[in-house]
């Protein structure tokens, strides 16, 4: 609710419904910049994420024989994935 109201208080309603900017970038402090690259460093976290948590989630999948399909690329389920 405080994010609400706060955002209530710098914007205008035609500029909170404005979808082409983000109403972040434009009262950020000290320059519009650091939300844009907040906004890309998140995103390039949660890519990572990604390609560090799915061999340990195909190896889960294998280990507990969920989709038997997949048994091809079964190792040694004690073994950390590597690939």
């Known amino acids: 609710l405080f994010n609400i109201a706060a955002f209530g208080a710098v ?3 035609a500029k909170l419904k404005n979808l ?3 109403v972040c970038a ?3 402090w000290p320059h ?3 939300v844009q690259i907040a906004v890309l460093l998140s995103t390039l976290g949660a890519g990572l994420q990604s390609l560090t948590g799915a061999p340990r989630l195909l190896q889960a999948i294998l280990a507990d024989e969920i989709l038997p399909i997949l048994s091809i690329f079964a190792e040694d389920p004690k073994l950390e994935p590597r690939k």
């Open 32 to 34: 519009p910049v650091v």
């Open 20 to 22: 082409k900017s983000i």
């Open 26 to 28: 434009d009262v950020a």
């Open 11 to 13: 914007a205008t309603r």
